[in-house]
């Protein structure tokens, strides 16, 4: 399309789903325009579909077979009369064919030309584009020979460890670290594998690894006017899997010269590709600041609130008044750098399985308190919903901003705290952990901050020590559930009668067996004694307590327990399926059941021990792959089936020496977690 100045936009077409879909969405709508959302299978009954004024349906859950296909997104902008597309990240923001193709149809795309897309998305053209235009690069072989014998030939050469990189990749897709010859082969092929399945394209680059980087990037936007600015940096250092946990604004310890010099490299950068729209360059920093081009994202980053928080923008208005033909709306001189931002991003996922990805129901999801401006919870989904195995585990992102580092990070870590969040394992406790940690709060932050500090981290992050005032709290909630299920309380205050259905109306003395669903399965046994109307006396490990539960807010789900004179603020939930009770108190999660209720269930699912003759999936997935046959022998540790798990490749091995007896799956079967894959023979 050829632009044309001060054009109207009143409808678009947002190509994207969960919370980036929402978040443009609400400034959309501010602005007076009206938004489309486009939905699979999987997202009919999401949050991005219940705020959109229209939505088109697009296809099956896989984004293979819905959000990624071109045509279908085209023909849904043309059937409502959009006048443009945001693609927002991920999908087909990067995409410079449907860049081209959204022109062809007279379709206004929300980002940078398709030229700026292609050039910037190729790594290996990036690199010869950023060093014509003297921007700092790290050197490494960007060429098109990529048979395994040049490219090893190439990390020999540049010396190891070396990044071998997807070509066309991003988010951690695609990339591996060889720091020897010998495991060079096998990280070239796995990385091969998920940058296919990724992104449709296999070709490698490969360079020199700097040990304990730093990963800054530079939020830059460009008009087309020929004007330009950046809106300073973020530090994106700690990561998992090459992923980014926390991000925040300005980059720690940056000196004001060197932040004055990564911004302007990030504007050459963006001039030598004549960009327009919202873009990030990332940058690998060393100790002593120095600073080298990474990669060049074309769109709107997932970490962008941050920059808006401390820059006070709406960089999606941005966007939209850029498409519109309009003037950048600051000048570099006018834009403000105030206070200090974090935002972390809250997975589905488990860290003390190597943050294994989760799939499943968010049972019970109660986000911070948002008491101002300067705390933003950004999500798509809501409590009931499910976190999908076909797309990216992010529940949502927690932003927070205040005047100096060091109130944000006391703020940010207190809002984690109070985000509450049952029926799937989440990042959030790892994250407290990775706030608390000396060295962070030190800001001596790099990429490899995770792996040099794992020990520390994971122990911060264990399950607490349940000690008698936590078992009183459950035992009140239990009791609450009880007395609720009867509908035995007061109505004419907060606080709330505690007789459950079950007491006899002589109140003698229960016990209760509660069994807590941490690692050594504690249990406690309680004696619980009525004394009145809201109090119980509860007898355990020898000590007695006088115990009441009072309800602070019934529909919010907030209650204060009372353990001898100790008022603890808690909140729960139940489990009707399973029978077990999610408990928030301490800033932890306690899960727990009782031992003889008729409701609870449990499921003891063999993960495929040393002991075990089965191999199962450690997480819902697709088979992509299987090595081995029935008949097969297989040593310990042997890859027998590869998983395709929230984009990315999961490979599964032998738990023991054996002989395969049977193969339980197919390629291409979406399998559950603790699926039996493969079995071998006793």
């Known amino acids: 399309m050829l632009f044309r100045n001060q054009m109207t936009l009143s409808k678009i077409l947002i190509a994207n789903r969960g919370e980036i879909a929402c978040r443009i969405i609400r400034t959309a709508n501010r602005l007076g325009i009206k938004c489309v959302s486009v939905f699979s299978d999987a997202d009919k009954d999401s949050l991005h579909v219940k705020m959109a004024d229209e939505a088109i349906y697009i296809g099956k859950p896989p984004a293979q077979q819905s959000y990624l296909i071109k045509e279908k997104i085209i023909q849904s902008a043309k059937k409502t009369n959009c006048q443009a597309i945001h693609p927002g990240y991920g999908f087909l923001s990067e995409s410079y064919e449907f860049s081209q193709l959204c022109s062809k149809n007279d379709l206004v795309f929300i980002g940078p030309p398709w030229q700026a897309i292609r050039d910037m998305g190729i790594k290996s053209t990036s690199k010869h584009i950023m060093s014509a235009a003297k921007v700092p690069i790290i050197e490494g072989y960007h060429g098109e020979d990529q048979s395994e014998e040049r490219l090893l030939q190439e990390a020999e050469q540049i010396g ?17 670290i060889a720091f020897s010859r010998e495991e060079f082969i096998y990280q070239l092929q796995s990385a091969k594998t998920e940058a296919l399945k990724a992104f449709n394209n296999d070709e490698m680059l490969v360079e020199k690894f700097v040990e304990k980087p730093r990963h800054v990037e530079v939020q830059i936007f460009g008009d087309h ?69 990474m990669e060049m994202n074309t769109r709107l980053q997932v970490e962008h609130p941050i920059t808006e928080m401390v820059t006070n923008t709406d960089l999606v208005e941005w966007q939209i008044r850029v498409a519109r033909g309009e003037h950048l709306p600051l000048k570099q001189e006018d834009i403000p750098l105030n206070g200090h931002a974090f935002e972390a991003r809250i997975y589905a996922e488990d860290p003390n399985n190597n943050f294994m990805p989760g799939a499943g129901k968010l049972k019970y999801l109660q986000p911070p308190l948002v008491t101002d401006k300067n705390i933003r919870v950004e999500t798509g989904v809501e409590e009931g919903d499910e976190v999908s195995v076909h797309y990216d585990p992010l529940i949502a992102k927690l932003v927070v901003w205040a005047d100096d580092r060091k109130s944000a990070l006391q703020k940010f870590r207190y809002a984690l705290a109070n985000y509450k969040i049952s029926g799937l394992t989440t990042n959030i406790p790892f994250i407290i952990s990775l706030c608390d940690h000396k060295e962070f709060v030190a800001e001596n932050v790099h990429t490899d901050f995770i792996p040099m500090h794992r020990d520390e981290l994971f122990k911060t992050a264990k399950e607490p020590i349940i000690g008698n005032e936590i078992i009183c709290c459950a035992l009140s909630t239990i009791l609450n559930y009880e007395a609720e299920l009867s509908k035995n309380y007061s109505n004419n205050n907060l606080v709330g009668s505690m007789i459950p259905n079950f007491w006899t109306n002589n109140f003698a003395e229960k016990q209760f067996n509660l069994i807590f669903n941490n690692e050594s399965k504690t249990n406690a046994k309680v004696n619980v004694k009525y004394v009145n109307e809201n109090n119980f006396e509860l007898n355990l490990n020898g ?42 108190a301490n800033d932890r999660l306690f899960e727990f059941k009782l031992e003889d209720r008729k409701y609870q269930k449990e499921q003891n699912l063999s993960l495929g021990d040393a002991d075990s003759n089965d191999s199962v999936a450690p997480m819902p997935g697709v088979i992509d792959k299987i090595n081995v046959k029935a008949g097969d022998e297989v040593k310990k540790g042997d890859p027998l089936v590869v998983m395709i798990a929230m984009k990315m490749e999961y490979v599964i091995r032998s738990n023991r020496d054996g002989v395969v007896k049977s193969i339980n799956c197919s390629v291409g079967q979406n399998v559950k977690k603790s699926h039996k894959l493969v079995s071998l023979a006793e």
Do not use: W
Request: glycine fraction near 8%.
């Open 160 to 176: 190891y460890p070396v990044m071998i990189k997807a070509v066309r990749g991003g988010g951690g897709k695609g990339m591996r």
């Open 225 to 293: 006017h020929s004007n330009y600015v950046y809106l300073y940096e973020r530090d994106c250092s700690i990561q998992r899997r090459h992923q980014k946990v926390i991000e925040e604004t300005p980059a720690p310890g940056l000196t004001n010269e060197t932040r004055r010099k990564i911004g302007e490299a990030a504007v050459k950068a963006a001039r030598a590709v004549n960009y327009v729209g919202a873009g990030t360059v990332e940058f690998i920093m060393d100790p002593k600041q120095n600073f080298y081009f």
């Open 543 to 584: 000590q007695t307590h006088l115990v009441s539960l009072n309800i602070l807010d019934r529909q919010a789900r907030l209650y204060q327990c009372d353990v001898d004179g100790h008022r603890i603020k808690l909140s729960y939930s139940r489990d009707q399926e399973t029978g077990m009770f999610s408990l928030f």
